[in-house]
């Protein structure tokens, strides 16, 4: 007599279902339905459960199976971006719609917040709905990165946005930052700055590491040393680089000019600037030259003399989505992951 078959036993003769995560898990499927539907009465010790054992399997939710004929495709684009509040993303967004629809695709988009956790359930559910393709701004290192990895490996297209990853061989849109970063150091060091700060993101972000070389790399060429008291990172919002930038001005010897990697961290910058202005009053407020990575709107109205290193978004989401589409429309497998780097322009900002 045949022992009854395991069906945990053996995932790889067919695709693990959910009722198999329930298995593993110790629960009831409709337990495993609840916590894929997000239904926040199930105890957090049980959603993990239910979470570790669907990631042993390599469960995915299939959202689309019931709507998609055999044959048919989702029309469907995931999109993970990092900062849902910075409007560069808002832009880039618009350029990937642009192309999704000329070629009658829709997107969906995840905010990861910069945690690699949250990206690797975001790109969880977009495959369970079937996506035809993956447009990802990185939230990690590739170390952080195994669900991108995998998702690849499983014949899943993936175009990154803005940043790339080690290891991870697939179309990639960046911009010139180190160009960029280091074409605005060298102007504020021309200009006979010899004290300048640098306000930038955390040291695990790609193009923040790729500014912060710009940045050196300018000071290393003219022969000027750093004064590292002057460099802070980790800044993720207008209200960090406000904080970052207000104990910049308060040390005794403050830097003459700034160079901020991103627009977030210019914001933070002017209006911590301006608001030091305020406070001084009949004191001569201190003079502090500006140069932003990314424009921003009313870069214009800035109270604060400001040059910007510019770049499109638009054309970077535009890019990215391209590339993605031809991979999905047939481009052959065994073509290199391509790598596009986009210029950035040092541009002045007229005074109010």
Known sequence: ????????????????????????????????????????????????RVRSAAATLGYRRNENARSLRPGHRSGLIGVTITN???????????????VAAEHSRRILIGNSNEDAELESRLVADFLGRQVEG??????????????LRDAAQGGVPIALAS??????????????????????????????????????????????????????????????????????????????????????LQLADPPTAVFTANNRNTIGAI??????????????????????????EFAD????PLSVVAHDA???????????????DGLDPAVAGRVIELPARLQEVPAP
Do not use: C, K, W
């Open 1 to 48: 007599m045949s022992a009854t078959p395991d069906p945990v036993a053996s995932p790889a003769a067919r695709p693990p279902t959910l009722r198999d995560v329930a298995i593993l898990a110790g629960v009831s499927p409709m337990t495993v339905s609840r916590v894929f539907s997000g239904n926040l009465n199930v105890r957090p010790e049980v959603q993990e």
């Open 84 to 98: 849902i509040a910075n409007p560069y993303y808002a832009e880039m967004q618009r350029g990937i719609e642009e």
């Open 134 to 147: 993956l447009i990802v701004v990185p939230s990690g290192s590739a170390a952080d990165s195994t669900h």
């Open 163 to 248: 940043r790339a990853l080690d290891d991870l061989d697939v179309d990639t849109v960046l911009v010139d930052d180190i160009g960029g970063a280091f074409a605005a150091t060298d102007r504020i060091l021309a200009e006979g700055h010899t004290r300048v700060g640098f306000l930038g993101t955390q040291a695990s972000v790609f193009t923040g590491r790729r500014r912060l070389q710009g940045f050196r790399d300018a000071h290393a060429v003219r022969g000027i040393a750093i004064d590292e008291d002057l460099v802070l990172a980790g800044q993720r919002d207008v209200q960090s680089a406000e904080a970052a930038m207000q104990a910049l």
């Open 271 to 296: 209006r911590a600037i301006e608001l030091d202005r305020r406070r001084r009053r009949s004191a001569a407020p201190l003079r502090i030259r500006l140069i932003g990575f990314d424009s921003f």
């Open 301 to 304: 109205l800035s109270p604060v």
């Open 314 to 328: 638009r054309e970077l989401g535009r890019r990215a989505a391209t590339m993605l589409l031809e991979r999905i």
